[in-house]
C-alpha cells in the first residue's frame, strides 16, 4: 500500500504539481474517470437499445420533445450556477451560516419558480398541438399530450431535486454528481432493456416515465443523505430563505442564467433546429453522428469539470499562479483529445457499423462536419470553465446575443444554400470559433 501511495504522488506531480489544491483535484478526476468512463459505454449502448424498442421516427420525436423540455431549465435564472459560487466562496471563508443562507433561498427561488411553471403547463397542455410542434403524424394527438405530461412533470421534480449536487460540486467533489448520473443512467438502461423484452414495443410513454423518473427517486435519497448525514449544518431551512439579502447571489446568477440560455438555444436546441429544417428522421441521424462525437467532449469536460470549484476557491484567495499553470496542463490535455477525434473522423464508418449495424446510415460528410465541431470545442473548453470557475462571466453576457444570432442564421441561411442537414454542424462549428478566440484574452486580463 505504501509504494502504491507513493507512485501515486510521483504521477499526481507530474500531471498536475503538488499543490493543496492541485491534489484534490487529481483525486477527483482519478476517482470519477472509472465512472465517466461507464457511463460512456452506457451511452453507447443506449442508443442502439432505445432505436431498437422505438423506431427511427418515434426515436426523432424523442430527442426533440426532450430537447424542448430541456428549455425549461431557462426558468432557473442561473440560480444553482450562483449559488454553487457562492457556497464555493462560503466554504474558502468557512462561512457556514452564509452557505446555508445562499442554499435555503436557491432551494425556495427554484423550487418556487418550476412548481409554478408546472402548475402553468398543465393548464395549457391540452391546448398545445404536439404534432405541430414536433412536425410528426405519427402518433395521435392525445397520446403526445400524455407523453408530454408524463416528461414534463418528472423532469421539474428531477430538476428541482437535482440542486443537490451543487453542494458537492462547491465542496470541489464531482465524484459525487458523477456517481449519481452513473446510478442514474444504469438503471434507467436496465429498466428500458426489461421494457424491450416484457413489454409492447415503441410505448413512449413507459419510455418517458424510466428516463426522467429515475432522476426524481434517486436525487431524493441523495438530499436525506447529504442533509441528514454528510452535511447537516447546510441543511435548507425555510427561515433562511433570505430574498432582500441575495443581491450578490442573483447577479452571478444572472451571469450564469445567460450563459446557460445560449448554451440552450445554441447546443441544445439542435435537435429541434434539424426537426423544424428537414424532418424528426434527420433528427436520429444528425444525434447518432453527434452522441459518437460528443465522446471526446466529454472526456475534456470529465477531466476540466472538477477544477471549477477549486478555481473559484483559488480566484477567491488570489492564488492566480495555480489557475494558471492548471490552464496550462488542461489545454496540453486538450491537444491529445484532438488527436483522437482525428482518428474518430477518418474511421467513422467503420466505428458506426460496430456501433449500431445497419439501423441507420450516417454520411461520411456530415460526420466530419460534427467531428470539427467537436475539435473547436474541445480546445476552448477548459477555458471556458476556467472563466465560470472565476465567476467573471461579464464576456459571456457580451458574447451571448452574438453566438445565438449566428448559430441561428447560419443555420437558416446555409439550410437553404446547401440543403442538407450538414449546414447545422457548419454554424455550429463557426458558432463555437468565437470563445475559442475571445476566452483566452479575457482569462489574461482578469488573471493579470
Not at 431498437?52 to 426532450?66: A, M, N, S
Not at 428531477?158 to 460540486?169: P, Q
Not at 452574438?402 to 439550410?415: A, D, Q, V, Y
Request: include cysteine.
Amino acid at each position: 500500500m505504501e509504494r502504491f501511495r507513493y507512485f501515486y504522488r510521483i504521477i499526481r506531480n507530474f500531471l498536475v504539481g503538488s499543490h493543496e489544491l492541485s491534489s484534490v483535484y487529481f483525486k477527483q478526476v482519478s476517482a470519477t474517470f472509472i465512472i465517466k468512463a461507464l457511463g460512456v459505454l452506457i451511452s453507447l449502448v443506449y442508443v442502439p437499445l432505445v432505436l431498437g424498442f422505438l423506431d427511427k421516427e418515434r426515436y426523432g420525436i424523442w430527442v426533440t420533445l426532450t430537447t424542448i423540455v430541456h428549455w425549461v431549465r431557462l426558468a432557473d435564472l442561473g440560480i444553482g450556477g450562483g449559488m454553487r459560487l457562492k457556497l464555493s466562496e462560503a466554504i474558502a471563508l468557512k462561512d457556514n451560516r452564509l452557505g446555508r443562507i445562499h442554499i435555503s433561498t436557491t432551494y425556495g427561488l427554484i423550487g418556487g419558480l418550476f412548481l409554478f411553471i408546472l402548475l402553468i403547463f398543465y393548464f395549457i397542455n391540452p391546448y398545445l398541438n404536439w404534432q405541430t410542434i414536433l412536425n410528426s403524424t405519427l402518433i395521435e394527438k392525445t397520446e403526445l399530450t400524455r407523453l408530454a405530461t408524463v416528461t414534463v412533470t418528472f423532469f421539474i421534480l428531477g430538476f428541482i431535486l437535482k440542486t443537490v449536487n451543487l453542494v458537492y460540486l462547491a465542496h470541489g467533489n464531482s465524484f459525487a454528481e458523477s456517481l449519481v448520473h452513473f446510478i442514474t443512467s444504469s438503471g434507467s438502461l436496465l429498466l428500458i432493456f426489461l421494457a424491450s423484452r416484457f413489454t409492447e414495443q415503441g410505448n413512449l410513454i413507459l419510455l418517458a416515465a424510466i428516463v426522467t423518473g429515475m432522476p426524481v427517486f434517486v436525487n431524493a435519497g441523495l438530499s436525506v443523505y447529504t442533509f441528514y448525514v454528510k452535511y447537516p449544518h447546510f441543511r435548507p431551512s425555510f427561515k433562511l430563505i433570505k430574498l432582500r439579502e441575495s443581491g450578490s447571489l442573483m447577479k452571478l446568477s444572472l451571469q450564469s442564467f445567460i450563459s446557460t440560455v445560449t448554451y440552450l438555444i445554441i447546443y441544445g436546441s439542435v435537435p429541434f433546429v434539424v426537426a423544424q429544417l428537414y424532418s424528426p428522421s434527420e433528427v436520429t441521424i444528425f444525434s447518432i453522428a453527434y452522441s459518437m462525437f460528443n465522446l471526446p467532449i466529454m472526456l475534456i469536460s470529465l477531466i476540466a469539470a472538477p477544477i471549477k470549484p477549486l478555481i473559484t476557491i483559488a480566484y477567491t484567495k488570489k492564488d492566480f499562479g495555480w489557475i494558471r499553470h492548471m490552464q496550462n496542463r488542461l489545454n496540453k490535455i486538450a491537444l491529445l483529445l484532438v488527436a483522437g477525434t482525428v482518428l474518430m473522423i477518418v474511421f467513422n464508418q467503420f466505428i458506426y457499423h460496430i456501433w449500431i449495424g445497419d439501423k441507420a446510415t450516417i454520411p461520411f460528410l456530415l460526420s466530419a462536419a460534427i467531428g470539427v465541431f467537436a475539435i473547436i470545442n474541445i480546445l476552448q473548453h477548459a477555458n471556458s470553465i476556467i472563466v465560470l470557475g472565476t465567476g467573471k462571466m461579464m464576456i459571456n453576457v457580451i458574447l451571448s446575443p452574438i453566438n445565438i444570432s449566428l448559430f441561428i442564421g447560419l443555420s437558416i441561411l446555409l439550410s437553404g444554400i446547401l440543403n442538407n442537414v450538414i449546414s447545422v454542424a457548419f454554424a455550429l462549428t463557426i458558432t463555437c470559433l468565437i470563445p475559442l478566440i475571445v476566452y483566452p484574452f479575457w482569462l489574461k486580463k482578469i488573471l493579470a
